[in-house]
């Protein structure tokens, strides 16, 4: 490789767009590969094959959660106070998400298609036949945040200012959306709070009064199902209760929109595949969206900590050490997927990991996540002739989240 590595922790590295070829020599030449951290953390593991994120994964035995799943370190104190169904292991967090996945199974996600779609037609509906937007701002920003709001049975006043919360949190990094950067000002004050962000107490305070309410007079929604004991006489405690709200919001919303204009982009360089949507079935229209979600993979890592020594392609990790799956590379890798940066809607099988994979952590919003991406395009298909790009887009500062954040189109009505 004539040119050096990029930082891949580097959250400057990926307003460029993610470092691809820094990931292809590391899958060829050091797959496990010893990576130190920019900002003085401690360094940790990088994994860049497909077949060992997947490990990683699926081994929670090995490979924990316990101790964080963001490359921050963070002491044990921190650790406790911020912990979500994100940062717990069996039987801790089996015994939670048997508690709160109802709602994101398949059959009750199912049931949601005509809500889905009637927000879409919403959305799109509002441009008015307009030429000229930022389809981030107008459209992908709008669907996942209405559709929350509407399984969580929030008021449609409250949303916007749930999204800027949401925002600030998984934007932690970035200044468009947020003043706690936390690698450029002092953070330590809100270091027992998710994200080290002061924005997640003002999400706590309003979480416990919406469940307030609802105690007292409960309602058809998410979070009156979450105050339900289960048949087993299981429930949720207030603090779980909190953070699994602030997690839906921070989780929920930037995941989604970002996959969507990462799909959209994937359209404008291929415009005959938005013109065949129509003519797909619906087996294929699943498969686009799969295919978006590969190609586009919004969360670039997780992390995990290994709890006892054990050896890898020659390298051998530490109990206590960090260790990253850097799903960003592993959707990418030549020898689990044909011609991986090639976009092909009809990849069969399209076993990506955008989602995580055969992990008991595998995303509880994935169901939510593809019937918001399918049921968009099929309506933005059936409005839109033609979109092309009318301005530069602009990136996310983050090394976690892949995402445009302003995609300016010229479209084209029917
Ligand atoms: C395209 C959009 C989305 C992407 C790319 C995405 C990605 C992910 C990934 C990679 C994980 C972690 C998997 C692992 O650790 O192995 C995850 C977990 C999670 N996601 Fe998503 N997500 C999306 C949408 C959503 C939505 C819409 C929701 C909820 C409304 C959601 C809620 C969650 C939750 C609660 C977890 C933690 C699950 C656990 O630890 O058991 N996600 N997501």
């Known amino acids: 490789m004539n040119q050096p590595l990029a930082d891949i922790t580097s959250h400057d590295t990926y307003v460029d767009g993610v470092p691809h070829e820094t990931f292809a020599y590391l899958r060829e030449h050091d797959p496990v590969h010893w990576t130190e951290e920019s900002d003085g953390g401690r360094g940790f593991w990088s994994l860049t094959k497909y077949d060992d994120v997947l490990m990683a994964s699926r081994n929670t035995d090995v490979f924990s959660s316990r101790l964080g799943i963001r490359l921050e370190d963070m002491d044990e104190e921190e650790t406790e106070a911020r912990r979500t ?97 936390v690698d450029q000002v002092d953070t330590s004050a809100y270091r027992l709070l998710p994200f080290r962000s002061p924005v997640a107490a003002e999400l706590f305070e309003y979480a416990a009064i919406a469940l307030e309410e609802r105690r007292l007079s409960p309602t058809n929604d998410i979070l009156s199902a979450l105050l ?5 006489g299981e429930s949720l405690d207030d603090k779980a209760l909190k953070n699994f709200f602030t997690l839906m919001v921070a989780a929920g919303n930037d995941t989604t929109r970002y996959s969507m204009t990462g799909g959209l982009l994937a359209l404008i360089e291929r415009p005959h595949i938005l013109e065949a949507i129509p003519t797909m079935s619906l087996e294929q229209r699943k498969m686009l969206v799969d295919e978006m979600l590969r190609y586009t993979t919004v969360t670039m890592h997780f992390r995990r900590t290994v709890v006892q020594d054990l050896d890898l392609r020659g390298k051998t990790l530490h109990a206590g050490d960090k260790v990253v799956m850097w799903f960003t590379s592993a959707n990418f890798d030549e020898e689990h997927f044909a011609q991986p940066f090639s976009f092909q809607p009809e990849r069969s099988p399209n076993d990506h990991v955008a989602f995580g994979l055969h992990s008991p952590h595998l995303c509880l919003g994935a169901h939510l996540a593809r019937l918001e991406m399918r049921v968009l395009f099929e309506e933005i298909a059936r409005r839109w002739s033609h979109v092309e790009l009318a301005g530069e887009t602009e990136r996310l500062r983050s090394n976690f989240i892949s995402g445009v954040k302003r995609l300016p189109l010229e479209v084209t009505w029917r």
């Open 85 to 181: 169904l994100m940062e717990m292991d069996a039987p801790e967090h089996t015994r939670l998400r048997r508690l709160v996945s109802r709602p994101f199974a398949p059959k009750s996600v199912q049931g949601y298609e005509d809500a889905v779609r009637d927000l879409a037609i919403e959305v799109l509906d509002a441009l008015d036949g307009e030429r000229h937007f930022d389809f981030v701002r107008t459209v992908a920003r709008e669907l996942p945040m209405k559709m929350l709001g509407r399984l969580l049975g929030l008021p449609h006043d409250d949303l916007e200012w749930l999204v800027q919360r949401g925002d600030a949190l998984i934007g932690n990094t970035d200044p468009d959306f947020t003043d706690f950067v």
């Open 228 to 232: 339900e004991p289960t048949s087993d």
